[in-house]
């Protein structure tokens, strides 16, 4: 069976966030910066969204360049709050997840899939799988992303390059080298600026001379692990795998109501799939938990949470429903704004069969 590999990229992911947060901003110029402290504008710019770069701002540019290059584009300048967007980039990779068969989160906004065993190698199947990736994303979160499939995590990693933004690319099997060739041998995944530069004395600049490259010259320069990466991540033949991160430090899901509500029952019963799906990954993966989190986002968009948390791990999937009653009841009596989008989170997980195993213990110790 043919490997496909996918690649999802969140499009200019922390700028994203604060359209989303405030629509109103959306056909500005939106910039997220990083500030020193040191003065006023120090610091840099870390990510913009595309009004912002058509006028020529984009990472790594001084802020105070950055704000000479907009005026006069009524600009919007935003200190980073990176711990809004983890919280975000979680909820996302969740919903990428439980959605194909492996997932390798490589960055807060990016990450590799493999769909092979779900897709039975067919690329039409593969294509309909990412779609459902790329919809459950904006349907939930309100975020475009740009997905590149293909035969190993090179290719899927330049379909997605390729496909921004916010379009999805399937590079097939017999199309791989043709698609490759042409390329600048630096869009390859894994060829940094050293490589890149001892390649060009090497007058390799394009994939396609990389690909007919000597391999005992290559292995001289670079060794021959290496040397057989450059060669073949050059014909999309590299063989790394989809390796999914390390086991899950919470499940979550939100979902955004179809009417602004303070009633908590229409607003539990709109969340009822997000707390079945998070019963059935407590379930799957035979963690307990001891926190959950009710979360609430307002129509003024700020976000408020309640949570309770257990003395011990708790292994009862039932118990989420009624604490996130009770949690959401709390919530919206402490503001007098309607919801706008709700959420559930369960947290301090550890491993079910561990908590059974210490209980069997104190038991035998009575």
Known sequence: MARVIGH?????????????????????????????????????????????????????????????????????????????????????????????????KTGIDEGFFDVTTSSGGDYKAAVRIAQGVKDAVLKNEGLTSSVGIGRSKVVAKLGSDSAKPGGLMAVLPESTEAFLGSLPVTR?????????????????KTVEELSRSDRSLLESRFGRKLASHLLDAAVGTDSDPVVANSEPT?????????????????????????????????VGSGKSFRTISAIGILTDLSTRTKSKTFETPIKDPALIKENTLVLLSDLIESTDRDLRRVGVRVSDLSDSMAQRSLSEFLERGR
């Open 250 to 282: 919470q499940f979550s899901r939100i979902v955004t109501l179809k009417r602004d509500t303070r009633d908590v029952r229409e607003a539990l019963d709109q969340l009822a799939r997000g707390v079945s799906s998070i019963q059935d990954k407590l």
């Open 188 to 204: 390859l995944y894994g060829v940094g600026p050293k490589t890149a530069a001892v390649l060009g004395e090497m007058s390799v």
């Open 8 to 104: 999802i990229d969140l499009d200019y992911f922390y700028a994203q966030v604060e359209e989303v947060e405030d629509p109103s901003i959306k056909n500005r110029p939106v910039v997220v910066c990083v500030f020193s402290g040191r003065t006023e504008d120090s610091g840099v710019v870390s990510t913009s969204n595309y009004k912002a770069r058509e006028l020529g701002v984009k990472s790594g540019l001084p802020i105070v360049t950055a704000k000479k290059r907009l005026d006069g584009h009524n600009p919007v300048i935003v200190k980073m709050v990176h711990e809004k967007y983890e919280v975000v980039s979680e909820r996302v990779m969740d919903l990428v997840s439980e959605r194909v068969d492996v997932f390798e």
